[in-house]
């Protein structure tokens, strides 16, 4: 059944876009992720103009992420003090992202950007998670016990002035490293289109130690402040969410989700982050392979404007 | 610019005066002027019908007619990128703006163009794709270029991929030897805006006559309200549909909620 899209000015298959609205929210659910850099290209792929897509996407996520954060918030699994210290670096940090964005734009080199930041981000994320979890799925086979980062677990990160404490996480951290990775997680989701989930659950654990059962709660709350905000902003700036193409994303992501998270409570938690680590290597190979090898079609054209 | 097409056509009338005494006068009829983008718009087949009245008391030409139309969609700027190999990646090292083409353009005929008039004709009255005029900016100046330059050619390459740009020398049907019908396929991803339809007659490799028709394609009802809404209400429109965001999240975990 086909159904004309209003602001991408194209028809497309509902059940399409609703298939790829569970299977992208089946992933989103078993890994905590938002699920941007899978359904951005995604929506590229079918013929959605790039715009369309990133701008429709993040209310898709916003969607998802507000499912699971009800979920978390019921099981006591927010920090709130902390979401909302990573929220006001965050903010700026989508600012200045949006900044860099228009000029880049500007140069016609948006797309390589885009690209490129895609292909080092995702291959060496992916790269690190699936050594970290290969190398603790064999510690297990050998019988060794698994590393424990204890909360208590110190690094360099927390000889750092301006320290808080943070309850329900049970950590005392510096704000510094905290108000880093909110920005570093802002700027980079403007630029890329993505809620950033999947950098961040990775760096609070590993730089702040912040335990397993708060962590993707947490960053879910995150993801939901700054893809809701992009929806407002993306709407009010260039007039390129589509409401439709979003509503059916949105109910095949939260119905995909709620079945995604069952699954994911299945696995354990090493074999989990090896499947994300691979998936999220795989689509960095994906860039690199469209930016090193010839492209079938070396000429491409773009609207510049209506005169 | 309104004085243009009068002006042409009292100029084709001395012209058809002069060399063949006698003028024809085209008749035209589209089935539809105003095409409606709603839900279910998967584009439209327009048809365009149409007689040759030959001047009072003569009757139509031994020789049979010609016909030609060009349909052109709203005109818009575009930009075609060329890629090339820097440090092992391939960026888009060169570009060329094509200002104010149209975004839809069809070129119909009864038969081959070039059966309908020689080539010298034809680059005149910009019959066929290759002959159609695309203004380049090129540095500070403005011109189409030859016709086999590359970035034209993928600029038509790829405006035909999409079906906004096409040729079809076998679209126009002659009923009689004087009616004709033409069908104008508008694809799903026709721009929306004002089309001008231009008909030229031809009658031994020389235009006789011309007339011009327009169309509309708007989009309507929920498509036309979602549309003029972002645009207008960005804010609101964002809020909006923000807000269905949650609701769906909301609903969702309620209706899946376990404990």
Redesign the interface.
Request: hydrophobic share 50%; no cysteine; glycine share 2%.
């Given at each position: 059944m086909?159904?004309?899209l209003?602001?991408a000015?194209?028809?497309v298959n509902i059940f399409l876009v609703l298939g790829m609205g569970l299977a992208v929210g089946f992933i989103s659910g078993m890994f905590g992720i938002g699920g941007g850099f899978l359904m951005t290209p995604l929506l590229i792929f079918i013929g959605v103009p790039p715009a369309v897509a990133v701008a429709s996407v993040s209310?898709?996520i916003?969607?998802?992420?507000?499912?699971?954060?009800?979920?978390y918030w019921?099981r006591r699994a927010i920090d709130v003090a902390l979401a909302l210290m990573l929220l006001s670096a965050g903010i700026v940090g989508t600012g200045t992202g949006v900044w860099l964005f228009t000029e880049l734009r500007s140069l016609?080199?948006l797309?390589?950007m885009i690209g490129?930041s895609y292909v080092t981000l995702l291959t060496i994320v992916g790269i690190i998670m699936i050594y970290e979890s290969v190398r603790a799925e064999l510690r297990a086979r050998h019988g060794q016990p698994p590393i424990i980062r204890r909360p208590g677990s110190h690094t360099w990160l927390h000889g750092l002035p301006l320290k808080l404490r943070f309850k329900r996480s049970k950590i005392y951290v510096s704000a510094i490293p905290v108000w880093a990775i909110g920005f570093s997680i802002g700027f980079i989701g403007a630029i890329m289109g993505i809620g950033g989930a999947f950098l961040l659950v990775p760096m609070l654990i590993y730089f702040l130690r912040v335990p397993t059962a708060t962590v993707i709660g947490t960053s879910t709350v995150l993801t939901l402040v700054t893809m809701?905000?992009a929806?407002?902003?993306?709407?009010?700036?260039n007039?390129l969410?589509d409401?439709?193409l979003?509503?059916i994303l949105?109910?095949g992501g939260?119905?995909g989700?709620?079945f995604g998270v069952r699954t994911g409570q299945q696995m354990r938690g090493e074999r989990l982050r090896l499947l994300l680590g691979l998936l999220v290597f795989l689509v960095g190979l994906r860039f690199a392979y469209?930016?090193?090898?010839?492209?079938d079609?070396?000429?491409?054209?773009?609207?510049?404007?209506?005169? | 610019m309104t004085m243009r097409p009068l002006l042409l056509f009292s100029f084709i009338l001395i012209a058809a005066g002069a060399t063949a005494a006698r003028a024809e006068r085209l008749v035209v009829s589209l089935s539809n002027h105003r095409v409606q983008i709603t839900s279910n718009y998967v584009g439209e087949d327009l048809v365009l019908f149409g007689t040759v009245e030959p001047d009072p008391g003569k009757t139509t030409r031994p020789g049979g007619y010609d016909l030609v139309v060009t349909v052109t969609g709203p005109r818009q700027t575009f930009r075609a990128r060329r890629k090339s190999r820097v440090v092992g990646i391939w960026v888009n090292a060169d570009s060329r703006e094509f200002v104010r083409v149209p975004s839809y353009l069809a070129i119909l005929g009864n038969r081959p163009f070039a059966e309908i008039a020689d080539a010298d004709t034809r680059r005149r009255l910009q019959i066929g794709l290759d002959n159609f005029l695309l203004t380049q900016r090129i540095g500070a100046d403005f011109g189409d270029t030859v016709r086999d330059d590359p970035f034209r050619l993928a600029f038509v390459r790829l405006q035909g991929q999409q079906q906004l740009y096409y040729e079809i020398p076998n679209a126009i049907t002659f009923l009689t030897p004087a009616v004709f019908r033409a069908a104008i396929p508008l694809p799903a991803n026709a721009p929306t805006g004002s089309y001008r339809l231009d008909v030229k007659l031809f009658a031994g490799g020389a235009q006789i006559a011309q007339t011009n028709t327009a169309l509309e394609v708007i989009k309507a009802g929920f498509e036309q309200y979602v549309a003029e809404a972002a645009v207008n209400k960005g804010f609101l429109y964002g809020l909006v549909t923000a807000l269905m965001a949650l609701c769906t999240g909301w609903l969702a975990s309620v209706v899946f909620r376990r404990d």
């Open positions: 086909q159904i004309y209003p602001i000015d194209m028809p209310s898709h916003a969607a998802s992420s507000f499912s699971a954060a009800i979920n019921r016609d080199q797309d390589l490129l809701s905000s929806t407002v902003m993306h709407a009010a700036t007039h969410v409401a439709l979003a509503l949105m109910v939260v119905i989700a709620q469209e930016l090193v090898v010839r492209p079609d070396l000429y491409s054209i773009r609207r510049v404007g209506i005169l | -």
